[in-house]
T-cell receptor, first 111, second 116 residues
Framework: DQQVKQNSPSLSVQEGRISILNCDYTNSMFDYFLWYKKYPAEGPTFLIS?????DKNEDGRFTVFLNKSAKHLSLHIVPSQPGDSAVYFC??????????FGAGTILRVKS | NAGVMQNPRHLVRRRGQEARLRCSPM?????VYWYRQLPEEGLKFMVYLQKENIIDESGMPKERFSAEFPKEGPSILRIQQVVRGDSAAYFC??????????????FGEGSWLTVV
């Protein structure tokens, strides 16, 4: 029962270009969405979030877009840097409840 | 990740032994979550606790696994009679009291359990 799907296992991007990571969800009860970044042997680090009352949230180089009708969200990283290379997890939750994670997308930023 | 403290970071147990993983939430956080990441997989929810209460344990295996978050002290994830399939990274996370809006959940560095 994959309620949160990240269909691209990996993505390779040139340094300085835009990275776009995608996420789809099926549960219409999800109202809050988060992106986490994870390096090997470390815990996930919170990046950015968005609530369902918004369609865009921006924080520095990171922007998350939410299309509620399509049950789709995306994370844009501009410009991409080699230090951005990591696994990115999309997560969703109804307010005040547990997070449901996607399987993750491995981002490689080439210099 | 700053603030959510997990220990031990690495734990090796023989089959049949018990494993205890500890988690101290961030200051001011009263909600604790445990997640497990098996090799080559994403993070799977296990249990959600508040002080002295289990709120949601729908992700916990029915046997051998238990969790607590006592009034005083850290949250403990306990695995009895470990088997090789329990080898995984166990992540604890915490969040502040739910105020009705979305709360960000912050993760610790994880505890890597290896069963030999």
């Amino acid at each position: 029962d994959q309620q949160v799907k990240q269909n691209s296992p990996s993505l390779s991007v040139q340094e300085g270009r835009i990275s776009i990571l995608n996420c789809d969800y099926t549960n219409s009860m999800f109202d809050y969405f988060l992106w986490y970044k994870k390096y090997p042997a470390e815990g996930p680090t919170f990046l950015i979030s968005i609530s369902s009352i918004k369609d865009k949230n921006e924080d520095g180089r990171f922007t998350v877009f939410l299309n509620k009708s399509a049950k789709h969200l995306s994370l844009h990283i501009v410009p991409s840097q080699p230090g951005d290379s990591a696994v990115y997890f999309c997560a969703a939750t109804p307010y005040g409840n547990k997070l449901v994670f996607g399987a993750g997308t491995i981002l490689r930023v080439k210099s | 990740n700053a603030g959510v403290m997990q220990n031990p970071r690495h734990l090796v147990r023989r089959r049949g032994q018990e494993a205890r993983l500890r988690c101290s939430p961030m200051k001011g956080h009263s909600h604790v979550y445990w997640y497990r990441q098996l090799p080559e997989e994403g993070l799977k929810f296990m249990v959600y606790l508040q002080k002295e209460n289990i709120i949601d344990e729908s992700g916990m295996p029915k046997e051998r696994f238990s969790a607590e978050f006592p009034k005083e002290g850290p949250s403990i994830l306990r695995i009895q009679q470990v088997v090789r399939g329990d080898s995984a990274a166990y992540f604890c996370a915490s969040s502040p009291p739910n105020d009705g809006a979305g709360n960000t959940i912050y993760f610790g560095e994880g505890s890597w359990l290896t069963v030999v």
